[in-house]
C-alpha cells in the first residue's frame, strides 16, 4: 500500500458499511417475501420501501461527503460509482417486491428462491467486504466469490427464463414474472459492479 503524507477523510468507510448492511436488511426481507402469504406481502413491501429510503440517504450523506471533502480514501470516481452501485442494489430489490405486490402474483415461479438465496449471500459477503476497505486486506476472495455468484444467477435466471416459456404460464403471467425475475438478475448485476469497483479501488492502492 502507498505511503500517504497527506489525513485521508475517514468517515466513507463508515458510511459504505452501513450503506451495505442496510442491503443485508432488504435480502432479509427478499427471504421474507418467499414464505409471506399474500396477504402478507404489502407489509414486507413496506418495510422494504422504508430500506429503500433509507438507502438513498445513505448515498446522498457519501455524495454530500465526496462534495465537502478536500481529501478522500481514494479516487472521487470510485468513491462515487460505489456508492451508486450500492444503491442500484437496494433499489432493484425493492422494485423486485414492489412488482410482486402490485402485480398480485399469487404464487412465484420455482426458482425464484434460488436467485433470492444467491442475493442474500451476496449481500453478507459486501457487508462483510466494506469494513475492509480501510486497510484494503482480505478483499480478493470476496470479488472472486462475488464473480463467482452473478455467473450462478445468470444460470438460474436462463433456467427461469425457459421454464415461464414453457407454456405453462399465460401471455399475461409471464410477461409479469419476468419482469420480477429480470429485476432480481438486475440486482446480481449490481452486486457484481459493486466488487468490481472494490477490486479496482484495491488495485489502484496496491
Given at each position: ?43 414486507i413491501a413496506e418495510r422494504m420501501r422504508a430500506a429503500e429510503h433509507a438507502g438513498d440517504d445513505a ?148
Amino acid at each position: 500500500m502507498r505511503f500517504r503524507l497527506t489525513p485521508r477523510e475517514t468517515s466513507f468507510y463508515d458510511m459504505f458499511a452501513a450503506s451495505a448492511d442496510n442491503i443485508v436488511t432488504g435480502s432479509k426481507l427478499l427471504m421474507e417475501l418467499l414464505g409471506a402469504e399474500p396477504s402478507a406481502r404489502a407489509e414486507i413491501a413496506e418495510r422494504m420501501r422504508a430500506a429503500e429510503h433509507a438507502g438513498d440517504d445513505a448515498t446522498h450523506a457519501i455524495f454530500h461527503q465526496l462534495n465537502s471533502s478536500f481529501i478522500t480514501p481514494f479516487d472521487r470516481e470510485d468513491i462515487y460509482s460505489l456508492a451508486s452501485s450500492l444503491d442500484d442494489i437496494m433499489d432493484f430489490m425493492e422494485e423486485a417486491v414492489d412488482l410482486v405486490v402490485l402485480y398480485q402474483i399469487e404464487e412465484l415461479p420455482k426458482g425464484v428462491e434460488q436467485q433470492i438465496e444467491v442475493l442474500a449471500r451476496a449481500a453478507e459477503l459486501t457487508a462483510e467486504a466494506m469494513p475492509n476497505l480501510r486497510t484494503m486486506t482480505n478483499l480478493t476472495e470476496y470479488w472472486i466469490e462475488v464473480n463467482r455468484l452473478e455467473n450462478q444467477a445468470d444460470q438460474i435466471h436462463r433456467k427461469l427464463l425457459a421454464h415461464l416459456f414453457n407454456g405453462k404460464y399465460d401471455a399475461i403471467e409471464v410477461l409479469k414474472l419476468k419482469q420480477v425475475v429480470d429485476v432480481l438478475e438486475e440486482a446480481a448485476d449490481a452486486f457484481e459492479h459493486v466488487a468490481n469497483t472494490v477490486e479496482t479501488i484495491a488495485v489502484k492502492e496496491s
